[in-house]
């Protein structure tokens, strides 16, 4: 590949600096051209081509990534547990209890907390509970998930995904006689 992009190269310097010339034809109109005419022509001299030398390219080194802290606090299970995953909930105010399962429990001393996404929406931020009812939930189907961050924000773990239905009653419904 070196072989071919030295040659295109010396090709390419070698026609850059071949003569040009100029002639004007029978009905006054410029030509310019690298090969002569049979007759009347003038020989150009052009200015030097300008070139720029190359830069030294030096790479980035890698950021330093940040050093974990020596106690750094891992959850190895964080899941919905209640609903389950296709659940159909009736409720009329559309309330809606959302249980997790969290091991190790929730750490605290850190300011760990947890979001809650209804539709990929946060519902409830910053919570320290793992029972937590959601209100005014609209009737049809929802998918429900957690999120366990950091106190800088930082997301630590997701939980399952759940599918939910709720069945709200409708005043469009007629009562039965």
């Known amino acids: ?4 992009i030295t040659l295109l190269l ?8 071949a003569k040009l010339y100029k002639w004007v034809d029978e009905g006054g109109e410029v030509h310019y051209s690298d090969s002569p005419p049979a007759r009347d022509m003038q020989s150009l001299d ?4 300008q070139t720029t030398p190359a830069v030294k390219y030096t790479p980035r080194k890698p950021a330093e990534q940040a050093k974990p802290e020596a106690d750094t606090f891992r959850y190895n299970k964080f899941a919905i547990s209640s609903p389950e995953n ?4 009736r409720d009329n105010a559309g309330n809606l209890t959302v249980a997790l399962a969290i091991d190790p429990p929730l750490n605290l001393e850190k300011n760990h907390y947890i979001n809650i996404l209804l539709d990929d929406r946060i519902k409830i931020n910053k919570s320290k509970n793992t029972s937590i009812t959601l209100s005014f939930v609209d009737r049809g189907s929802h998918t429900l998930t957690a999120e366990l961050r950091s106190a800088a924000g930082k997301l630590l773990k997701t939980s399952n995904t759940v599918t939910i239905h709720m069945h ?9 006689p």
């Open 86 to 89: 296709n659940a159909t909930i």
């Open 168 to 176: 709200r009653f409708s005043k469009l419904h007629k009562k039965a």
């Open 1 to 4: 590949m070196r072989i071919f």
């Open 46 to 49: 052009l200015p030097p081509l």
């Open 10 to 17: 010396l090709l390419t310097t070698v026609h850059a600096q």
